[in-house]
């Protein structure tokens, strides 16, 4: 899988979820990633009583873990992460391996 189709499949989750994904030029080897709104998608889903809202508001809370909080231009939070590839396969993002994550995110299916 192409480095860019992965940051475009988290985007598109994220997307999905309601969050509002800014994707910034990609530099060679990895994808640069903001989130605004996280925090307003993962509110509506837990309003939700599906279990797609359930197993969207576990991967959001993971990914909002692993995220680099700060601040958009218009004041709201933001979470901005970087997305490689490694040359085994894996992602890290923000340095972490999110291995871990999806198996969580799995598992809760």
């Not at 979820?17 to 640069?32: D, E, I, M």
């Not at 576990?58 to 218009?74: E, H, I, N, P, R």
């Amino acid at each position: 899988m192409r480095l860019s189709a992965i940051g475009l499949m988290i985007a598109a989750v994220l997307a999905s979820a309601g969050v509002s994904a800014q994707s910034a030029k990609a530099p060679p080897g990895g994808t640069n990633i903001s989130v605004v709104g996280l925090e307003d998608s993962l509110g509506k889903l837990q309003g939700m009583k599906t279990r797609n809202a359930a197993q969207a508001v576990l991967f959001l809370q993971l990914m909002k873990g692993v995220g680099k909080k700060g601040t958009s231009a218009d004041g709201r939070s933001q979470y901005d992460y970087r997305i490689d590839v490694t040359d085994t396969g894996g992602v890290l993002v923000n340095g972490i391996d999110i291995a871990p994550i999806l198996n969580a995110a799995n598992a809760a299916k």
